[in-house]
């Protein structure tokens, strides 16, 4: 660009507002499936507990947009989460984490999952039917 600023930082155009609907911010857990995990359940009955005891409270939560599970090769379960805001993301960690205690996954887990959270800078999907 020979003595010319980009007029955008970093060279990267500024994404418009989100419009009205799309999330704004994500949550990523990450848990490996150890053998403590694997006694207390199995991968089906994890996803049983899900669907019939988390994702009711989740989709309560103001500013829920979307719950995934994920079950990797690798010995690994990941769940994602969308929101509107940093805040509503936060809640809902303090509601999974309250969830864990109660269905007594704490006390299998070897450590905490893993939690990490940002804003969503790329929202495409292809729409439902």
């Known amino acids: 660009m020979h003595g010319r600023r980009c007029p955008f930082p970093n060279g990267i155009e500024e994404k418009p507002p989100l419009k009205r609907g799309f999330c704004k911010w994500a949550v990523l857990g990450l848990e490996p499936v150890t053998p403590s995990l694997s006694s207390w359940c199995s991968p089906d009955e994890l996803t049983r507990k899900v669907g019939e005891s988390l994702t009711p409270r989740l989709k309560k939560l103001d500013g829920f947009n979307g719950y995934f599970l994920i079950e ?8 994602v989460n969308f ?36 804003k969503v800078i790329v929202d495409e999907m292809k729409a439902r039917a």
Do not use: C, F, Q
């Open 72 to 79: 990797a090769d690798n010995g690994v379960m990941s769940s």
């Open 83 to 118: 929101y509107d805001t940093s805040a509503h993301a936060d809640e809902s960690t303090r509601v999974v984490a309250e969830w864990l205690r109660e269905e007594k996954l704490d006390t299998v887990l070897p450590n905490p999952p893993k939690i990490t959270g940002g």
